[in-house]
């Protein structure tokens, strides 16, 4: 009960998209009949964290001369447990970012993510007014920014090209919602008469 969430999905993006195939799966009547890869269906918001990816804490030359403990600890990180948390966020992204584009629905897969963080915006420890101001202010901008998207063959978020802001494509997916909550309404209306 006391352990965050994180530890078994740190972006629970998967996991959302496996309930929903549950329910699909179970024929759940709040889902209409779509087959469980429909991804044309799916509208996905993945809302990051901010990550400090970029941000070189150690390299193959100082770590090929640590022990055990230097993998678990080392000048206040834990390498080990920040390479299995990072590895598991971009493995879930790279793989969501593939499976939406092979079934031609890219623009249903929206996540938004600053992997440049460094210094304290970067912990999740750090609640000091200065620095939740400052991540206020890193999340603004990041909605200025242009739609970005893993690089299968980098692994890096790059900006795709003449892409809406962040913004402009969640207000676009806040449109699609709406349309899809009142195509239900009506629906459900109808199978009552």
């Known amino acids: 009960n006391l352990i965050d969430g994180g530890i078994a999905a740190n972006n629970p993006t998967l996991v ?6 549950k329910q699909v799966l179970k024929k759940d009547p709040d889902f209409f009949p779509i087959s469980p890869m429909d991804y044309e269906r799916l509208l996905v918001i993945s809302l990051g964290t901010g990550s400090s990816m970029n941000e070189q804490k150690y390299d193959a030359k100082m770590a090929s001369k640590w022990g055990v403990v230097s993998w678990l ?32 629905s890219q623009n249903n897969y929206l996540r938004i993510q600053d992997d440049t963080l460094t210094g304290t915006v970067a912990s999740v420890d750090v609640t000091t007014q200065d620095n939740l101001e ?4 890193i999340g603004e901008a990041l909605l200025k920014k242009p739609v970005s998207r893993v690089d299968p063959d980098t692994g890096n978020y790059q900006p795709i090209p003449n892409a809406d802001t962040n913004e402009e494509a969640l207000i676009k997916f806040a449109q699609k919602l709406s349309e899809e909550k ?8 109808s199978q009552k008469e």
């Open 16 to 21: 959302a998209i496996s309930e929903v195939t």
């Open 73 to 104: 600890y080392d000048n206040g990180s834990t390498p080990l447990l920040d390479a299995y948390s990072q590895a598991m966020v971009d493995m879930i992204d790279f793989y969501n970012c593939v499976a939406f584009e092979a079934y031609h």
């Open 134 to 137: 400052e991540l206020v202010k």
């Open 182 to 189: 009142r195509y239900r309404e009506l629906h459900a209306q």
